[in-house]
């Protein structure tokens, strides 16, 4: 079945950075729009980076200037480029992508990396 699995989180120290990769399995069908989401202890999950599709790029507002996602079609991945972090970073990050398979979308969730921006 197909999966996103996301990986590069960790801990890291204020104003560092980090790079976080979402992979895709389970099926050779490109996913058309790619995003990263995250969701910090009792917020909401909020959109960071979108890619609605391969040639369009939106970001939150708090993360413009530092943070890039970009996409590896060939390989089916993503990234998200994470500069400059602050504490208020701090969340679980959530790869999410949307197919168009045998007619159909889907849409599917990673099930999520922890960055924890602290000293």
């Known amino acids: 079945q197909v999966q996103l699995v996301e990986s590069g989180g960790g801990l890291v120290q204020p104003g560092g950075s980090l790079r976080l990769s979402c992979a895709a399995s389970g099926t050779s069908v490109s996913f058309y729009a790619m995003a990263w989401y995250r969701q910090a202890p009792g917020n909401e999950r909020e959109l960071v980076a979108n890619m609605p599709s391969s040639s369009r790029i939106y970001y939150v507002d708090s993360a413009k200037g530092r943070f890039t996602i970009s996409r590896d079609n060939a390989k089916n991945m993503v990234y998200l480029q994470m500069n400059s972090l602050k504490p208020e970073d701090t969340a679980v990050y959530y790869c999410?992508?949307?197919?168009?398979?045998?007619?159909?979308?889907?849409?599917?969730w990673g099930q999520g990396t922890q960055v924890t921006v602290s000293s």
């Open positions: 999410y992508g949307r197919m168009l398979r045998a007619g159909k979308w889907e849409t599917y």
